[in-house]
């Protein structure tokens, strides 16, 4: 088990290797000078120089990346151009949020798909089964943006039932909190219930015609535990799998999300920075962002060994 | 004498709309007392299975339904039981093992756990007690170190200690009754006798019914108290074990019986003196070598130093249990996998180390036929497109490969207006049919047949027999034989060779081998066969 989750742990250095890499040659590849298309069409040349001083541009590209590459590894990701204010510090200010949002998705979206998938699969062809389905695909038809509206305007505006936008710390008080991450949570989860949903009724489906479920018939046990303990229990690892997949698709929608909601996490840094031109900001982001979800699918590929004993490498 | 645990009367189980035929299960009585052990034989779509599985109340609900009769558990219908009842039943008065040991047991729970989750079941027993019943019943079915092996998944185990998992499973409560389907079909031969004599031991320690589903008269032969033979969906005769195996009254019984093959070798022709066709030496396989992160991982030496021969219109069995390396010398020899070392000579030339594109041409010289006939042809192709996409890829026009796949079709016994139909419209034995056509479209020298006559049923078993043996003499081919079952190599092979853990350990004329083995453990597969005793019928 140490060794599995060793190697594993192994396997991710290259891996963040090959995206330290390309983020770095991102900046130096662009056509023409980075430092003005930065610096927008009303700079002068000064205001250009000065750019490129202050992101080393300068110096020849293999110095760069060594310089680069040393500062990162001391947690330095840059300094915002614009704010003057390091990178690291504007992520972790702006880091709540975006996990708290994510967070409250996977929950939600799990305790409820997981569950709507597996009545799905038990009872499939009918018209609980149907309806799932129809969900799922109307879930992964509607673009967040819309729903998001959607659900301002019946639920805060018509119905007065939860604030509009904004953000509470739970660490300021657990009710607030809930009242503001109720409605970008059911935005965002809406295509992550559907993908999951779907994905768990494809692999209970299947599990229920193996032999070890007759077996548990044969024992006498009845549909809620077989569909627990012996389905799900195995659809776990293609289900987990989806989940992965699921958080990068999480990341394109927190920034749809947090700007309908207008909530300041690492979505709207990264949509304020774009609109900027912010370059260092992006470059962090994106770094930081592809760690996160290296790191997500290595906590995934460890859970297999967790789930499925036959897993071991 | 007491009421019978389980009486079965007058039952009829439908079949869904558009079936073969309206009933799975026709009119069928038959009771099994306590103490007694009931075969049930029969051939695949017989009924057989279809009747344990309405004993259990297991059948999909709306695809098999019981349309008449009753079936009789200890006098209570449960055919008339609600689900919750039935449950109860299931478990704590009738259990089942299954035949696929591999897969009757969920792959990612403990087996002490899955033992007792019976006990979770049925009983308020707390986890402490559970646990030492469930030592108890591993115990009771000859576990080694039950408290280790609690803790074991499935997959950590061997065919026959899954299925013994499985029996203690069954037994934890002491049920009045036991169905057993098929549970020693997966197995090999010898793991097969031990737990044909655990279920007998245990059939009489405990004094339960037990209802055996078989298709192979060997294990009838071994185990049975009466016997039911059933043939499309009905009883066709009935009566005590040594009343059925000696006379029959049936024909259809007769004609099963007489399929079964003898294991007293026929007399053999000896072929003609030629050059051999096939000639490996010093054949080595390694599986599993160091890699980067390899250090710790186990190489296993599938094959080891094997020496084989084979002259054009002679028969070579290679038999042996699983993990023997037989399969693995038929592999290398056709070069699916890459042996390690050792040479192969097809009609002269040392094949085993040419590259794909020095192989190729070489290739059609050895065909092979394989176990599942179900999943070796392509669903998508028409069997024609299947026979002659092999000669067109060596250069044949399609004209005179299709003139020539009608032709193989009427040998092998088919309509050569069937080349158009798809695999699916052919049953399992027609399959196997095409595979052997599609081998011989290639008019190769040697042929393997990989298990090719496994998972057939008996009848259809003997059919595909003469077949192989009619185009072996035919185009005189050179015919590596492999099998697990000594009754079908004693039938058709010349000469045997022996394999043990990648060995071989005995080689010989199949006379010589069956009437006078040498090693050990030859002695012991042929010990272990079922219904030994049994002539069955005389070869002929």
């Excluded at chain 2, 190489?299 to 070579?316: F, I, Y």
């Amino acid at each position: 088990m140490l060794r599995y989750i060793l190697l594993r742990v192994g396997a991710t250095v290259p891996v963040m290797a090959v995206v330290a890499l390309f983020v770095f040659l991102m900046l130096r590849l662009t056509p023409g000078d980075p430092a003005a298309v930065i610096a927008g069409d009303y700079a002068t040349s000064e205001d250009i120089a000065r750019i490129r001083e202050q992101l080393g541009l300068n110096e020849a590209i293999p110095y760069q990346f060594v310089t680069w590459i040393r500062l990162l590894l001391q947690g330095d990701l840059g300094t915002s151009i614009f704010t003057s204010l390091s990178v690291t510090t504007l992520i972790s200010q702006r880091i709540e949020p975006t996990v708290m949002l994510a967070l409250t998705t996977i929950l939600f979206s799990v305790a409820v798909a997981v569950p709507l998938g597996a009545i799905a699969a038990w009872k499939a062809g009918s018209l609980i089964d149907r309806f799932v389905m129809l969900f799922s695909v109307a879930g992964f038809s509607v673009p967040v943006f819309v729903l998001g509206y959607v659900l301002i305007y019946v639920l805060s505006m018509k119905l007065n039932l939860l604030p509009v936008q904004g953000y509470r710390s739970p660490w300021q008080g657990i009710g607030p909190f809930l009242a503001h991450i109720t409605l970008p949570t059911l935005t965002l989860s809406v295509i992550f219930i559907a993908l999951i949903a779907r994905m768990t009724r494809a692999s209970a489906i299947e599990i229920l015609q193996e032999d070890y479920v007759r077996t548990a018939h044969a024992k006498g046990q009845n549909e809620f535990t077989i569909l627990t303990r012996h389905v799900l229990a195995n659809a776990a690892v293609p289900i987990v799998t989806v989940i992965g997949i699921g958080i990068a698709l999480l990341i394109g929608g927190v920034v749809v999300t947090e700007s309908v909601y207008n909530i300041p996490g690492l979505g709207r840094l990264v949509l304020d920075a774009v609109l900027a031109r912010d370059y260092p900001i992006i470059q962090g982001l994106i770094l930081f962002l592809s760690f996160s979800y290296i790191l997500i699918n290595l906590l995934i590929d460890i859970s297999y060994a967790f789930f499925d004993p036959r897993i071991r490498y | 004498m007491s009421a019978p645990v389980l009486d079965i009367r007058g039952l009829s189980v439908s079949l869904p709309k558009g079936a073969d035929r309206p009933l799975a299960v026709e009119d069928v009585s038959f009771s099994v007392d306590a103490g007694e052990l009931v075969c049930v034989v029969g051939e695949s779509g017989s009924g057989k299975s279809v009747t344990a599985f309405t004993v259990m109340g297991l059948n999909p609900p709306r695809a098999l339904r019981a349309v008449a009769g009753e079936v009789l558990l200890q006098g209570v219908d449960v055919l008339k039981q609600s689900t919750p009842a039935m449950r109860r039943l299931r478990g704590e008065k009738m259990a089942m093992i299954f035949q696929e040991p591999m897969t009757a047991l969920n792959p990612v729970m403990k087996v002490g756990e899955q033992i007792g989750e019976m006990l979770e079941i049925h009983t308020g027993l707390g986890p402490a007690k559970r646990r030492a019943r469930v030592l108890e019943a591993m115990r009771d079915v000859n576990l080694p170190e039950p408290a280790s092996l609690y803790h074991s998944y499935p997959h950590q185990l061997s065919g026959g200690q899954r299925q013994r998992i499985m029996i203690a499973m069954a037994l934890t409560l002491e049920p009045a009754l036991l169905i057993a389907d098929e549970p020693t079909t997966a197995l090999d031969v010898t793991t097969q006798a031990q737990i044909l004599a655990l279920i007998k031991d245990i059939q009489r320690r405990h004094g339960m019914a037990v209802l055996f589903i078989t298709h192979d008269f060997g294990v009838v032969a071994e185990i049975a108290d009466r016997v039911a033979v059933m043939c499309n969906g009905r009883v066709v005769e009935q009566g005590p074990a040594d009343r059925i195996l000696t006379r029959p009254e049936d024909p259809y019984t007769q004609m099963l019986m007489a399929a079964v093959p003898s294991l007293t070798p026929p007399a053999r022709l000896q072929p003609k003196p030629a050059p051999p066709a096939l000639e490996v030496k010093g054949l080595n396989k390694i599986y599993g070598s160091s890699g980067w992160f390899g250090r710790g991982r186990r190489q296993v030496h599938a094959a080891q130093d094997v020496d084989l021969t084979v002259h054009p219109g002679e028969t070579l069995g290679v038999v042996g249990e699983s993990g023997s390396g037989k399969s693995t010398v038929a592999r290398c020899v056709v070069r699916l996998v890459d042996p390690t070392s050792g040479t192969i000579l097809i009609g002269g030339q040392d094949v085993a180390r040419l590259n794909e594109r020095r192989l190729r041409p070489r290739r059609r010289d050895i065909q092979i036929v394989f176990q599942d006939p179900y999943r070796s042809l392509n669903p998508r192709r028409t069997v024609g497109q299947s026979i002659i996409e092999g000669p067109m890829n060596f250069g044949m026009g399609a004209a005179k490969a299709l003139a020539n796949a009608r032709e193989l079709m009427e040998v092998v016994g088919l309509l050569p207006e069937a080349l158009d139909r798809f695999p699916h419209q052919f049953s399992g034995g027609q399959r196997q049919r095409i595979c052997i056509a599609r081998a011989l479209a290639m008019e190769p020298k040697v042929l393997i047949a990989d298990e090719a006559v496994s998972a057939l049923d008996v009848s259809v078993q003997a059919q595909v027999l003469d077949l192989l043996a009619d185009v072996r003499a035919r185009f005189d081919l050179a015919m590596l034989f492999i099998t697990h079952d000594l009754r079908v190599a004693a039938q058709i092979c010349d000469r045997i060779m022996v394999m043990r853990y990648g060995q071989v350990v005995e080689q010989g004329l199949t006379r010589d081998v069956f009437g006078n083995p040498h090693h050990d453990y030859t002695r012991a597969l042929l010990d272990a066969a079922p219904g030994r005793e049994m002539s069955f019928a005389s070869a002929s």
